[in-house]
Every structure is written in C-alpha cells, then in structure tokens.
C-alpha cells in the first residue's frame, strides 16, 4: 500500500481565511493563483530538524515548534549583511592597529640600530650589554 502524498494544508487555510465576500467574488484562476503563490512560499521554508508537538492541557493546549535550519528570511539576510559588513570593518581596523604597531616597533629597531651603528651613546650600556648582537 503506497503512501498517500504529502500535501501542504497551508494555502487552503490562506483562502479559508480570506473573507467571505472577498472569496466569494474570486475567480477560480485567482484562488488557484493564491493557493500556489502560498505553496510556493511555504515549500521554500524546509527545515533540517521540524518537530511541532501539541499538548493538551485541562482549559487549553499548547502548540510547540522547534525547528533547526537556515534562515531564510529576508530581513534576517538584510541584518546578516549589516553584521558581517560591520565585522569587516572591524577585522579591518585590528589588522591595520597590529600593522601599525609592527611598523612602528619595526622603525624604532631600525633608528636604534643606525644610532648604535653610528656610535650615538644616550645611556652607557644600554642595550648593548643585554643584547650582544649590537656590536
């Protein structure tokens, strides 16, 4: 026994909901076209992981959903752009603080180095004693 398609009770809900007199004075094509447009929608929102539990309780029940997949929505793709656009830069502006600090300490070996080189003494046996590469 072949098991009967699955099929998405979402756009027949859409149209139920629509309002009598709005439904009433639909073609068959537009409700067709509602009905497909939403299928359309809702088939694009497949999860990796979609439980949805319903529990009864004494006066209500609650509906619970857990779903695990990728966003997909537009103004999550908006703020995601928005965030990555400012981790650049921010990415940017550590990378350009470590090349400045290495540039600098790299600058200031070299000036000490010509200063030691050209017999410039500040201080009697400043680093030259620590470091013995500096003769």
Not at 26 to 52: G, N, P, Y
């Amino acid at each position: 026994m072949a098991a009967a398609p699955k099929t998405d009770p979402m756009p027949d809900i859409v149209v139920r909901d629509l309002p009598v007199e709005i439904r009433t004075g639909m073609s068959r094509e537009q409700l067709q076209a509602i009905r497909k447009a939403v299928s359309r929608q809702t088939s694009k929102r497949r999860h990796f992981i979609d439980v949805r539990i319903l529990i009864p309780l004494i006066f209500t029940q609650l509906y619970v959903v857990f779903l695990i997949g990728r966003d997909t929505r537009k103004e999550t793709e908006d703020v995601m752009d928005d965030r990555r656009s400012e981790g650049g830069k921010i990415v940017l502006r550590a990378w350009s603080v470590i090349l400045a600090t290495v540039v600098v300490f790299t600058g200031l070996v070299v000036l000490y180095i010509v200063k030691t080189r050209a017999g410039i003494n500040l201080f009697d046996g400043h680093l030259r004693d620590w470091l013995p590469f500096f003769d």
